[in-house]
Structures are given as structure tokens and as C-alpha cells.
T-cell receptor
Framework: DTAVSQTPKYLVTQMGNDKSIKCEQNLGHDTMYWYKQDSKKFLKIMFSYNNKELIINETVPNRFSPKSPDKAHLNLHINSLELGDSAVYFC???????????FGPGTRLTVL | GENVEQHPSTLSVQEGDSAVIKCTYSDSASNYFPWYKQELGKGPQLIIDIRSNVGEKKDQRIAVTLNKTAKHFSLHITETQPEDSAVYFCAASLITGGGNKLTFGTGTQLKVEL
């Protein structure tokens, strides 16, 4: 199936741990994004990459580091996890910088 | 930066009735306004979008209107069906060469009752 996919779907971990979430799209898109959805369902952009180049970087703690090995993948690594990092993280992609964004199914991160 | 307000936060309608969700935005330069539907446990799915050079757009039972002067835009769903039940998000952005940074509203939980 053509889509934006994320792994894992659920992630439960202890405070202080380091974890990664992977995102892949097979839509042939050039631009990818990470969004965070908090417990009140508020969606906020974190990062955007275009052809492996960082183009949007919102005010996000340095503990969050996106990595784009190629334009079909955008991974999110989080160091020293905190309780407040608990949220659903969505990856999205778009054909170009100005095009419609398509979202993945989300990764629910729970920090205990 | 952009700020988007969305109302109502919850909306309950009878099957077959119409539903209207309204959003206002703060940045008059914003030029792109998508609407997303999010079902439980899933990612947001684009249902319709409009750009600032258009005042209205329709796709079957769904329509969006944009009033640039008042800085507000609305989603209209006619002949609602139970499968329309979901959370709906509006968003606004200024599309530039630097990218498309969507600012989302706070969402509307729509419930279509039989």
C-alpha cells in the first residue's frame, strides 16, 4: 500500500531513556514533517525536512533530533525522555514544500 | 505567529442534518486553509482545502468558505451520516519557499446521532 507509515505504533518507556520513532513514505514526496498531538488533541508542528534539508524547526527541546537518511525517511530520536513528552507523534509528507500534507497513523508515546 | 481559533469544541447533530464548524485566524498573510478529519486512533486525513484566491470550494457533501476580510473560514457538511462522526481540525498557513507550517485549531468533536 502507498502511504505514510510509522513504527512503532505504541511506545512505553521510563523517564530518562532514549527512544526513536521511524517514519517512511512511499509516495515519492520530497517533504516530510513531525507533529506532536498532546492529551487535549492539540496538533503542533515540530520539524520539516525537504530533500533531507531541515526547513522548519519549531521551538523544540534539543533532546528531540530528527534525522533524514533519505527523502523517503524521517526518524525522530528523543533523548532523556520526560513525562511531558507523552503524546501522539505524527509523521506527515507532502509532494513539495507547498503541497497537501498526508499524515501517518501516529505513534503513541507514554513516558512513565 | 499565526493563531487559529475553532468553534464549537463539540457538535452533536441528527443524521441528515447539516453541521457547520467555524475557524478564525490571526495572520492576514495566511494563504492556505485545509480541513482534516481524525477518527479515533488514526492520523488526520485531509478532507478539503482552500487557498486564499478562492472564496468557496465544494466537494460532494463538504464545502468550505473563506472570508479573507474577516479572517475566518468555515466547514459545512450536509446530509450528515454516522460515519462523519470524528474530530475535525481546521488549519492555516502562509505557504512560502520556506515551507508550509500549518497552525491547527483546537478541534471539533462531531457526533452524528441516528
Amino acid at each position: 500500500d502507498t502511504a505514510v507509515s510509522q513504527t512503532p505504533k505504541y511506545l512505553v518507556t521510563q523517564m530518562g531513556n532514549d527512544k526513536s520513532i521511524k517514519c517512511e513514505q512511499n509516495l515519492g514526496h520530497d517533504t516530510m514533517y513531525w507533529y506532536k498531538q498532546d492529551s487535549k488533541k492539540f496538533l503542533k508542528i515540530m520539524f520539516s525536512y525537504n530533500n533531507k534539508e531541515l526547513i522548519i524547526n519549531e521551538t523544540v527541546p534539543n533532546r528531540f533530533s530528527p534525522k533524514s537518511p533519505d527523502k523517503a525517511h524521517l526518524n525522530l530520536h528523543i533523548n532523556s525522555l520526560e513525562l511531558g513528552d507523552s503524546a501522539v507523534y505524527f509523521c506527515a509528507s507532502s509532494l513539495g514544500r507547498a503541497d497537501t500534507q498526508y499524515f501517518g497513523p501516529g505513534t503513541r508515546l507514554t513516558v512513565l | 505567529g499565526e493563531n487559529v481559533e475553532q468553534h464549537p469544541s463539540t457538535l452533536s447533530v441528527q443524521e441528515g442534518d447539516s453541521a457547520v464548524i467555524k475557524c478564525t485566524y490571526s495572520d492576514s498573510a495566511s494563504n492556505y486553509f485545509p480541513w482534516y478529519k481524525q477518527e479515533l486512533g488514526k492520523g488526520p486525513q485531509l478532507i478539503i482545502d482552500i487557498r486564499s484566491n478562492v472564496g468557496e470550494k465544494k466537494d460532494q457533501r463538504i464545502a468550505v468558505t473563506l472570508n479573507k476580510t474577516a479572517k475566518h473560514f468555515s466547514l459545512h457538511i450536509t446530509e450528515t451520516q454516522p460515519e462523519d462522526s470524528a474530530v475535525y481540525f481546521c488549519a492555516a498557513s502562509l505557504i512560502t519557499g520556506g515551507g508550509n507550517k500549518l497552525t491547527f485549531g483546537t478541534g471539533t468533536q462531531l457526533k452524528v446521532e441516528l
